[in-house]
């Protein structure tokens, strides 16, 4: 495979990450290149940031792509060691964004500064130990090992004039701080504050907090040019939960290729502070078993059952109190 053989000549090689589509034959396509990938690479960190088409369309093309979105999770899901469900069509824009609906430009620019400002903390000089790798963030977020499907969010932040570099000039400093559970210095949880944008496929909006609703695990990413050092306020502990938290000063670079579809921005000013969060929790059941739903009426018998038995073990991980020890949210 020519893609191996380019991997051997890199030094320091962190994992591999894949964008395909997941909700039509390119999701297939995807889980073969994957297994042969695994096969070569063993335990390198894989992540796939599989793309859904949130565009409206007729019932029955919807479904199709809806089980092809369960095949993907079954096949992908089960050899990737993140699998990230993203759509190119969130429901909910804050004031800040602007784009068009069927623009694939527009559409693309949105999910490459989500993904690229995710990973930032990948690609940054070691500094005293902050950056983080691929499989850092991994084992931040899996913290019982079977919860590799994880929610992304984008926050776009309003551009205010200011003397502080956004750009490279003044190296690639990034602070970072790791919460343990049941701790929060800064505060104001982050759980309390969502991304704005939400680009989990099949969200409405923000996903409105609800009783039985747990967060597992999160790594958030701020690109900021008045980036301060953290903060060390005590906060109301977050039960069960473990945060992650990077932030930088340089902001996301906006190319001269880019489409205006971040408003209210400085004339001159080429960056853009956003906030970014890759999020693991219980939610993601609710999400899993509206596929199996889908896929117990319209996929074939001989299919029908091992699909149903992943979607449902992958959901199993993500009920809350499953492997806690915490009964009372069961009551």
């Known amino acids: 495979m020519g893609s191996y053989v380019e991997c051997e000549e890199c030094d320091q090689l962190q994992g591999v990450q894949i964008l395909a589509d997941v909700d039509n034959a390119w999701g297939g396509f995807a889980a073969c290149y994957l297994d042969s990938l695994r096969d070569e690479m063993g335990k390198l960190s894989m992540w796939v940031w599989g793309l859904d088409d949130g565009q409206p369309d007729v019932q029955s ?3 199709q792509r809806i089980i092809n979105s369960a095949r993907s999770m079954h096949q992908v899901g089960s050899l990737a060691s993140l699998y990230i469900p993203i759509t190119d069509s969130p429901v909910s824009l804050p004031p800040t ?5 069927g623009s694939k430009w527009h559409s693309s620019a949105l999910l490459s500064t989500a993904v690229e400002t995710m990973t930032i903390p990948t690609r940054l000089r070691a500094l005293e130990g902050q950056r983080a790798t691929l499989f850092d963030l991994e084992q931040t977020l899996r913290l019982n090992g079977n919860q590799k499907v994880v929610k992304l969010g984008l ?13 490279p000039v003044g190296g690639d ?3 970072h701080k790791r919460l343990p559970n049941g701790s929060d210095p800064l505060g104001a949880s982050a759980l309390a504050h969502e991304l704005e944008i939400s680009l989990f496929p ?13 967060t597992f695990s999160r790594v958030e ?7 301060n050092e953290w903060g060390s306020e005590q ?4 039960d069960s939960t473990t945060l992650e938290r990077f932030r930088t000063s340089l902001q996301f670079p906006l190319l001269d290729s880019f489409p205006p579809i971040y408003t209210e921005t400085v004339n001159g000013q080429r960056t853009r502070p956003c906030r970014t969060a890759l999020t693991v929790e219980s939610s993601i059941a609710d999400h899993i078993r509206s596929m199996q739903a889908v896929v117990s009426r319209a996929v074939e018998p001989e299919e029908r059952e091992a699909l149903l038995n992943s979607l ?7 009920q809350y109190g499953w492997n806690s020890g915490d009964e009372s949210e069961e009551d």
């Open 221 to 227: 990413v701020t690109r900021d040019a008045s980036a």
């Open 61 to 63: 093309i919807r479904r």
């Open 312 to 318: 449902g073990e992958i959901a199993e991980s993500y």
């Open 173 to 175: 400093h990034l602070d």
């Open 235 to 238: 906060g109301r502990p977050m």
């Open 97 to 101: 964004v602007a784009i068009s609906r």
């Open 202 to 214: 099949g969200a409405v909006g923000h996903l409105k907090k609800r009783a039985k609703m747990h």
């Open 155 to 167: 926050g776009i932040d309003r551009q205010k004039p200011s003397n502080h570099h956004s750009g």
